[in-house]
């Protein structure tokens, strides 16, 4: 072969090298993404689960609290009725 085609078929296989290299280099930054994604979803819903418990835990003390108080100003409430 001519030095010409050489080099020119030299430069097709390089070519060709390159886009196979770029291919997988997308496809891994493609498939990290999705697990760094689906990583992040997971702590999210982690956290989510999280944040209802405690959710739940100050709604019912905030109920018990307001039960107390209610059920206390009902007997002063009666008391005063009572001397009264």
Not at 13 to 40: F, K, M, P, T
Not at 60 to 79: A, G, H
């Amino acid at each position: 072969m001519l030095p010409k085609q050489d080099i020119m078929l030299k430069l097709a296989e390089i070519e060709e090298s390159l886009n196979q290299l770029e291919q997988r280099l997308y496809d891994r930054v493609s498939a990290e993404d999705r697990e760094g994604s689906a990583r992040l979803e997971n702590q999210l819903q982690k956290l989510d689960i999280k944040m209802s418990g405690i959710e739940r835990k100050v709604g019912s003390t905030t109920n018990n609290n307001w039960e107390k108080e209610n059920v206390f100003m009902m007997q002063k409430l009666e008391l005063s009725y009572k001397t009264s």
